[in-house]
């Protein structure tokens, strides 16, 4: 399946992993390369040694393509931002602001920029500063959210610019592939499936939470002050949810989700810790190998759109 983001990005399936935070290692990134996709290295809030140490992992277990994702809000962004150029990967998605500041560098080494937006604005702010793609992520989607969803993100990014756009949020089977098509985007990126990939380094306990989710248990905190995050619910949220109610400040907030995603994914607490996962999690039943994963949707996406 041909489309101008798998000959943007070299990759045989216009399929891309998200790069979630602590959960996107180099294991799981060049098992999805491997399989045809595009695979993402998760940088969050990681330091900058870190990422480089990620990429020289990816390139010793795969040749194919992959990315980083950068999220912008990381204290290291602008030295990680270098790394991605002295490493030479070639694609990286951004979140959490405006990577305007390095796409002269970045462009200079070759490398193909796609942000994540959750607006139309963003979209074409996005394509003005030169940006390769676009990634229109629905709230629907795991993590930090925006509010449109996908259904109605998705066509209104692809009406408004030029450039190739990626559809996210709510998508983990052929037909999301298949519908996300016809809604103007020319590839999906993924995240919840992955995390039950085989190849995935999150903890058991954590992926069976996301195997056992049903269409109703994930919940958005963070309303309140502007950072809406969806997860699976459990105590935690419970708790930050209560709390949120009552008018507690940010700071306060802040602590009790201070290291919780970690807790989740390596130390698999699914009771205190972050179950970042997207609506989509009830669609999610068992655990496969990444190649499994996107051969299974492509072949049901195919049948769908007729190819």
Same mark, same amino acid.
């Given at each position: 399946?041909?489309?101008?983001v ?13 790069g ?6 180099y294991?799981?990134?060049a +098992?999805?390369?491997? #399989?045809? $996709?595009? %695979? ?7 330091p =900058? !040694?870190?990422v480089?140490?990620?990429i020289?992992?990816?390139k ?16 290291q ?15 990286v ?6 990577p305007?500041?390095?796409?002269a ?5 070759g ?6 937006v959750?607006?139309v604005?963003m979209a074409?702010m ?5 940006a390769d793609a676009?990634?229109a992520e629905?709230a629907?989607?795991g993590?930090h959210i925006?509010?449109a ?7 209104q ?7 190739p756009v990626?559809a +996210?949020g709510g998508? #983990?089977? $052929?037909? %999301?592939?298949?519908a996300?098509?016809?809604l103007? =985007? !020319?590839a999906?990126q993924?995240?919840t499936?992955?995390?039950?990939a ?5 903890h058991?306990n954590?992926k069976?939470?996301v195997i ?5 248990d ?6 309140s002050?502007?950072?809406p995050?969806r997860?699976l619910r459990?105590?935690?949220?419970r708790?930050?949810?209560?709390l949120e109610k009552?008018?507690?400040p ?5 602590q009790?989700t ?13 009771v205190n810790?972050t179950l970042?996962?997207?609506?989509i999690?009830?669609?999610v039943r ?6 499994e994963?996107?051969?299974?949707i492509?072949?049901q996406?195919e ?5």
């Open positions: 399946m041909n489309t101008r798998t000959d943007l990005l070299g990759i045989k399936y216009p399929v891309i992993q998200g979630m935070a602590w959960v996107a290692e294991h799981l990134v +098992a999805v390369s491997e #399989a045809g $996709g595009l %695979g993402i290295i998760g940088a969050g809030g990681a =900058a !040694e870190f480089r140490e990620q020289r992992k990816v010793e277990m795969t040749e194919k393509p992959f990315g980083v994702n950068l999220m912008l809000m990381n204290p962004a602008d030295a990680i931002a270098q790394v991605i150029v002295e490493e030479g990967v070639k694609v998605t951004t979140g959490a602001g405006n305007g500041k390095y796409m560098m970045w462009k200079e080494a490398v193909r920029v796609i942000p994540v959750a607006s604005a074409k996005m394509e003005r500063a030169g676009v990634v629905g629907e989607s993590g925006g509010a969803t996908t259904m109605t993100l998705v066509p990014v692809a009406d408004a610019v030029s450039i990626i +996210a998508i #983990a089977d $052929g037909r %999301g592939l298949a996300s098509m016809m103007g =985007a !020319e999906v993924m995240g499936r992955f995390i039950v085989k190849e995935s380094i999150v058991d954590y069976k939470k056992a989710a049903k269409d109703i994930s919940e958005v905190t963070g309303m002050h502007g950072h995050v997860q459990n105590q935690m949220t708790e930050y949810l209560k009552g008018g507690a940010f700071e306060e907030l802040e009790l201070l290291g919780a995603l970690r807790k989740a994914v390596v130390e698999g607490d699914v810790g970042m996962a997207g609506q999690a009830g669609l068992k655990e496969q190998t990444c190649e994963m996107i051969l299974e492509m072949e996406a049948t769908l759109l007729k190819i």
